[in-house]
């Protein structure tokens, strides 16, 4: 037996096909599922094609199943439970039209044939039957199968109706072609090119969700290229595009930030499946166009260019509806602190090993990632030399946090206990207070003890002339 009858034979294809038989309908296994059996990929989800009620049917199954527990949405005409760990899902076949001002289109019942033209790529309009006079048989209409073999993404009708109609799709194309490492069809590229400014009918939500799975790919840099190449990313995020190019100014260049980001992201990729590390990566520069200058003595300069950035990355969050609580915190944290072990490369001393520990604190491992992977030199001496050095960092880091237990440290005395002591409402000297007596300890200058911090404290107090 093949691996694909193997799959067909599960306890719920059988099912389905027993209550389909018994109820005189017509039903297929459809979509994504089918698709990664040929890419060898495993899913989580099965979707079920019903000609006719896929809730009607989705609930004699269920029945038969013994499954209690069916989510309908009638609105959608969609209906799906979970079964062994999987979500099976169920829909009638349809037929749709589109408005141009949205993506909902206008449904009406269909056919198999009328589904599978509706779906969005030949890979993902395959579909097996499960009817008993020919189950298991593949119903490839657009040849999908050469198009997984020819790793290429083509879209079952005309790619401007099925994008102008679904806009989407588009980011769709990009991101499936970014996962398999497929390529864009020459008409589907173009068709990207020529409907790009639809893209503005989608929500940011459902865009940050395809930008998502893009990160999470093996070499996101597919994804962002394509983006860039197409002149979608224009569209949605200009901050990113604005990254791009190089300037000469007496025969002084700098490089193209927009190709090093996708780089940053690339080597990030290979080392981790944090999201917002990966997000970290593509927006560490972010500041840049914003912050650059030229003089003849330095160049080209980006002074500040992280403190911009890290700002820019709070309005980026809100701009697409992203999660303003502890992620944003972290990625604008990276943002601001990515320059830091580079620097400290040239100065390793515990004080400002101390310092990165207390700023970044348990998020230093993720800095350091973040650091190494910036290192993006055409030069692999260069980039060698810069990567030991960071070893050496790494080892420090560890030496100190293992001898002052600096990451979750706070300083010994707090803002209240300043102004008890001193006798001083809330204001300015307050807080300059505080960091000083920090200062002091992670430079090494006073013993990190509540009696030392208070003696300190009196001695900045008579300097400020509080005492
Ligand atoms: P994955 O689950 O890995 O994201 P998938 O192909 O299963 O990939 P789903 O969003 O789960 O994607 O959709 C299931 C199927 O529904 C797809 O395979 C495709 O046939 C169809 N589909 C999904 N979204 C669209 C769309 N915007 N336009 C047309 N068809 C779509
Ligand atoms: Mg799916």
Redesign the pocket.
Known sequence: MNEINKILEQNIFRVISDVANKNNTETYV???????IFLQ?T???I?ILVIGSGIDFSLKVAKKLGIKKVSTYKNYGTSMFKYKGMDI?F?GARKESYHRES?NPIVENGTLDDDQK????T???MAFSLNKNNYGELLDPFNGIKDIEDKIIRTPLNPDI?FS??P??ML?AV??AT?LNFELDKIVFDAISTNKQRINIISKERIIDELN?ILLSPYPSVGLSLLEETGLLNEFFPELTKLKGTETINGVSHKDNFYHTLEVVDNLATKTDNLWLLWAGLLHDIGKPRSKRFNKKQGFTFHGHEVIGGRMVTDIFKKFKMPLNEKLSYVKKLVELHLRPIAIVKDVTDSAIRRLLFDAGDDIDDLMSLAESDITSKNEYKVQKFLNNFVIVRQKLIEIEEKDKIRNWQPPITGEEIMQHLNIQPSREVGIIKNNIKDAILDGEIENSKDAAFAFMDKIANKLGLK
């Open positions: 459809i979509g994504g599922f089918v698709r990664d990929r899913s989580k989800d979707d899902e829909v993506r509706r779906r969005d790529f890979i993902n309009a099925t109609d679904d989407l799709r769709r991101r499936f996962q799975k």
